[in-house]
């Protein structure tokens, strides 16, 4: 599975949009782009996947580079309870290891 | 997490005593997964399940093993308690490999070997 790169921490003002970037430039033509996210001591909570196509869902926007090389998720107005630990990984399918890497530590700002 | 219940959820222990952390899930998924979250080193995956009694080691699976008699239950047992083993431990569920419909984490189980 391709190792993913990603900013240890970010800030963004309560209801602007929050662009999280995450590269994976080694990625390969059968792995999936997953994002997660982890809310203080919680348990990791799902947000969205892609292969190659944007996806959105009720949560976030998931924008995939054409090269496939980087993403970009985008919560389109943030606020105070998506301060959280984002996840970005990068998985083939059939594969039983995520490997989560240590994330983006969102914080939105009131 | 809805579907997924571990217990218990804060387990202080001495070294060298078994123990014994249960992980439920009433969805019927077919995959269950064991990870430990440490300051550092985020999520690592110790043991998963692709069925009843089928099972096989993670990336951290020294100092445990782990049972799986009924789809519902994932037991992770630690032989014998190192304070290497204190950490936060998610139990997680899937209905495939790992992509289309991702994981369900559990709320966690915050073990402390003493």
């Known amino acids: 599975d391709a190792k993913t790169t990603q900013p240890p921490s970010m800030d963004c003002a309560e209801g602007r949009a929050a662009n999280l970037p995450c590269n994976h430039s080694?990625?390969?033509?059968?792995?999936?782009v997953y994002w997660y996210r982890q809310i203080h001591s919680q348990g990791p909570q799902y947000i969205i996947h892609?292969?190659?196509n944007n996806e959105t869902n009720e949560m976030a926007s998931l924008i995939i580079t054409e090269d496939r090389k980087s993403s970009t998720l985008i919560l389109p107005h943030a606020t105070l309870r998506d301060t959280a630990v984002y996840y970005c990984?990068?998985?083939?399918?059939?594969?039983?290891?995520?490997?989560f890497g240590t994330g983006t530590r969102l914080k939105v700002l009131a | 997490d809805a579907g997924i219940t571990q217990s218990p959820r804060h387990k202080v222990t001495e070294t060298g005593t078994p123990v014994t952390l249960r992980c439920h899930q009433t969805?019927?998924?077919?995959?269950m997964y064991w990870y430990r979250q440490d300051p550092g080193h985020g999520l690592r995956l110790i043991h998963y399940?692709?069925?009843?009694?089928?099972?096989d080691k993670g990336e951290v699976s020294d100092g445990y093993s782990v049972s799986r008699s009924k789809t519902e239950d994932f037991l992770l047992t630690l032989e014998s308690a190192t304070s290497s083993q204190t950490s936060v431990y998610f139990c997680?569920?899937?209905?495939?490999?790992?992509?289309?419909?991702?994981?369900?984490f559990g709320s966690g189980t915050r073990l402390t070997v003493v």
């Open positions: 990984i990068a998985i083939s399918s059939g594969t039983y290891k995520y490997i």
């Open positions: 080694t990625i390969s033509g059968n792995e999936y």
């Open positions: 399940s692709y069925g009843v009694k089928d099972t």
């Open positions: 997680a569920i899937s209905e495939d490999r790992g992509t289309g419909y991702g994981y369900t």
């Open positions: 892609g292969l190659k």
């Open positions: 969805e019927n998924h077919r995959y």
